[in-house]
């Protein structure tokens, strides 16, 4: 589960701390030892490095390319606290069925209206990150997750997404699955990046705008997961969004795009921190 999203996103205690190991100790997750089993102290996650195509701010009818950062915790275990697996995307030729859970990432980066003139007059807008958790259940072709966070930043509120991915291997280092997205919000989010204030309405020219939250967008995710190595992913991801609702009703959007769409590319990399 992404990571997500993203989506956009742990410690130990007790004993001496020793200095943690990473790159040439790192184990293989196609042999099974990424297993936290039997160990006290360890933290197993990825790190994607890549850029992004995305839209410029919800409802821009227009993309940016940014640098793109995605971690994911594949399994932790620090003695009364466990877990295992975390998303689909971290290595998806080696799932555990069953359910999983982990923490669930996401950033947002700041709305600045000097930056676009169809915002002049509307308030800024801090960039935002998400933390949160995820569930989710994997049988051998078919990955269902929800996801729940909360917001410091920008928007200092709550918001949640739904998901699920057909999976298929063509070949024995690659997946590809694809899937419905859905994502909610409380009405602090959606006033945040969907409202327009009488004293914005006034600057702006917009009509005044008080969304309440529920569904915001609902879309469609392809990812495709290439093993370059024991520890190396290759990772590509498109998805579309259309907004719902009160977020379509927004201003901001009507005079923006309702579809929005995404694609990334990177690579991952696994790394085992032992305390």
């Known amino acids: 589960m992404s990571a997500p999203a993203a989506g956009q996103q742990t410690a130990g205690h007790d004993a001496a701390v020793t200095a943690p190991s990473f790159g040439a100790e790192v184990p293989s997750v196609a042999d099974g030892s990424l297993s936290t089993q039997g160990r006290e102290r360890r933290f197993v996650f990825t790190a994607l490095v890549g850029v992004q195509s995305q839209p410029s701010y919800y409802g821009a009818d227009e993309n940016e390319v940014v640098p793109l950062f995605r971690p994911n915790v594949l399994a932790f275990d620090f003695g009364r606290l466990e877990g295992g697996d975390d998303e689909l995307s971290d290595d998806p030729l080696e799932r555990p069925l069953g359910f999983a859970f982990g923490p669930s990432f996401r950033f947002i980066g700041e709305r600045n209206a000097a930056d676009h003139d169809e915002l002049t007059g509307l308030d800024d807008i801090d960039a935002t990150f998400e933390l949160g958790a995820q569930v989710g259940y994997v049988w051998p072709s078919v990955e269902a997750f929800g996801q729940?966070?909360?917001?410091?930043?920008?928007?200092?509120?709550?918001?949640?997404?739904?998901?699920?991915?057909?999976?298929?291997?063509?070949?024995?280092?690659?997946?590809?699955?694809?899937?419905?997205?859905?994502?909610?919000?409380?009405?602090?989010?959606?006033?945040?990046?969907?409202?327009?204030?009488?004293?914005?309405?006034?600057?702006?020219?917009?009509?005044?705008?008080?969304?309440?939250?529920?569904?915001?967008?609902?879309?469609?995710?392809?990812?495709?997961?290439?093993?370059?190595?024991?520890?190396?992913?290759?990772?590509?991801?498109?998805?579309?969004?259309?907004f719902q609702d009160d977020a379509a009703d927004s201003p901001i959007v009507q005079q923006g795009a309702r579809d929005q769409g995404t694609v990334s590319i990177g690579v991952r990399r696994a790394f085992v921190l032992e305390f």
């Open 148 to 242: 729940l966070r909360y917001g410091f930043g920008g928007s200092e509120a709550w918001v949640g997404e739904l998901g699920a991915y057909y999976v298929t291997r063509p070949a024995d280092n690659f997946a590809l699955r694809i899937g419905p997205r859905l994502l909610f919000g409380t009405n602090d989010y959606t006033d945040t990046y969907f409202g327009v204030t009488a004293d914005e309405a006034a600057a702006s020219g917009l009509a005044e705008y008080d969304p309440e939250g529920g569904l915001l967008r609902a879309g469609v995710e392809v990812i495709a997961t290439y093993r370059l190595g024991e520890q190396w992913w290759l990772e590509g991801r498109a998805r579309w969004d259309q």
